[in-house]
Nanobody, 126 residues
Framework: QVQLVESGGGLVQAGGSLRLSCAVS????????EAWFRQAPGQEREFVAVIKGNSRDRYYGDAVKGRFTISRDNDKSMVYLQMNSLQPEDTAVYYC???????????????????WGQGTQVTVSS
């Protein structure tokens, strides 16, 4: 069972930046695609970004494209989400997720991912 632990959330003013981190306990970390999702109160879990094990292929949700950047360090088994130009609508709990069988068609679906972290709260004030 892959274990994921997120950190780096907090309170930030609109226009500010935050960097989330996800520590992954998995010996074959580079075999997994790693993603970030978010969930605001009363809403469904929303795809944010995913990065394949090769660190080259990355995909983003429309709401964050151009503002957020996903990256990974396979030597440290870490995944990062750099969030710039944050807006109040970015307020949510952010989750890290792992998928060993990346699908080019379904990577935006939470059900594709086998393992999840506990989440970290991001709050953006206006």
């Amino acid at each position: 069972q892959v274990q994921l632990v997120e950190s780096g959330g907090g309170l930030v003013q609109a226009g500010g930046s935050l960097r989330l981190s996800c520590a992954v306990s998995e010996r074959t970390f580079s075999d997994y695609a790693e993603a970030w999702f978010r969930q605001a109160p009363g809403q469904e879990r929303e795809f944010v970004a995913v990065i394949k094990g090769n660190s080259r292929d990355r995909y983003y949700g429309d709401a964050v494209k151009g503002r957020f950047t996903i990256s990974r360090d396979n030597d440290k088994s870490m995944v990062y989400l750099q969030m710039n130009s944050l807006q109040p609508e970015d307020t949510a709990v952010y989750y890290c997720a792992a998928d060993r069988h990346f699908s080019g068609s379904y990577y935006t679906l939470p059900g594709r991912y086998e393992s999840w972290g506990q989440g970290t709260q991001v709050t953006v004030s206006s």
